[in-house]
């Protein structure tokens, strides 16, 4: 069995997520959905394994933990990452697969599961944003117009994905006519750069049905940005910011740009919510984000922008 059958072997367990009848794995019948994953562990990752056992059967110690991973454990095994896996892993490969074989391929490959039920995914080499502060380099507007673009063609790329449902580890929705399966977290933490350019995009496991703009509106807080201010952006003015966000909007190529300083807004907002919500539901990764401070930092960027709205309103309006 070659990588191209694990591929389908995963775009039909993640088609009978959503169907009741019978899945066929390894010569065997298993009642779907089985749980998170829909077909036996075992049996899954029996048929994986065996087909690339040089890259998915791995000893401990020959992990190296990541830094990041706010909400879940991410390592490094050769050349393959492999984090916690779900009830959306496999509709998030299958969007994975889908942008791949559009060309977009700044998302990493798919590789299915490991014998400790993990997904794995390529390892795409490169630099991350590990701490703070960050290098300066990274708020270049060379590199924020490229950054707009390279969102804007993942939206391209991903028009035509239309699952039943968008799951990912925040829950599951319907996907609307009007909209795509945004990244929902296309900050720059979640870039890969070489040599000062985007190379790579991960953490795709908070996906979410939304409107291209929603997507964008959390692209121009993050990169902009639109936080309150610390002296690490201490270079930023007010001005500042009227000119980045026109810049962004520019290089994305968005065309319906009233409301959208709202749309930044309600991001902001959603995502302030959401945190206290999921830690108030006793989501263990949500309440270590709001232990953090996230969300009073969220705070204060929206009362950063409301600040300065009538400012990034006018820079849309011109």
């Not at 940005?225 to 520019?250: F, K, M, N, Y």
């Not at 539901?281 to 232990?291: I, Q, S, T």
Request: with cysteine.
């Amino acid at each position: 069995m070659g990588r191209r059958d694990i591929v389908t072997l995963h775009r039909n367990a993640a088609k009978a997520y959503r169907q009741p009848w019978l899945v066929n794995v390894a010569g065997r019948s298993w009642p779907a959905p089985w749980c998170s994953l829909t077909v036996p562990p075992t049996a899954l990752e029996r048929v994986v394994t065996s087909a690339t056992c040089n890259s998915l059967c791995v000893s401990r110690h020959e992990e190296v933990e990541l830094a990041g991973g706010n909400i879940t454990k991410v390592v490094r095994v050769g050349d393959t990452v492999r984090r916690e896996a779900g009830s959306w892993t496999p509709m998030v490969h299958q969007l994975l697969n889908h942008v791949r074989g559009h060309g977009y391929i700044l998302a990493p490959e798919p590789l299915g599961l490991d014998d400790a039920r993990r997904e794995v995914l390529s390892y795409i080499s490169g630099e991350t944003l590990q701490r703070h502060p960050w290098p300066e380099w990274i708020w270049s507007e060379a590199l924020l117009g490229e950054a707009a673009r390279t969102l804007a063609d993942y939206h391209d790329a991903v028009a035509d994905f239309r699952p039943l449902l968008v799951e990912s580890r925040l829950g599951s929705e319907p996907l609307a006519d009007d909209e795509i399966v945004c990244h929902n977290d296309f900050a720059p933490y979640n870039v890969v750069f070489g040599e000062h350019h985007v190379v790579g995009i991960i953490d795709w496991d908070v996906v979410c049905a939304g409107s291209r703009s929603w997507d964008l509106a959390f692209f121009a807080w993050h990169w902009i940005p639109l936080h309150a201010g610390t002296p690490e952006i201490a270079w930023r003015s007010q001005h500042d910011c009227q000119r980045r966000l026109r810049l962004v909007v520019d290089a994305y190529g968005l065309n319906e740009r009233a409301g959208f300083v709202d749309t930044i807004i309600e991001r902001i907002e959603a995502s302030r919510s959401g945190i206290i919500a999921r830690s108030r539901a006793g989501d263990g990764a949500f309440a270590r984000l709001e232990h953090a401070g996230h969300a009073h930092e969220m705070e204060r960027a929206l009362d950063f922008v409301h600040s300065i709205e009538h400012l990034l309103v006018s820079a849309l309006s011109d």
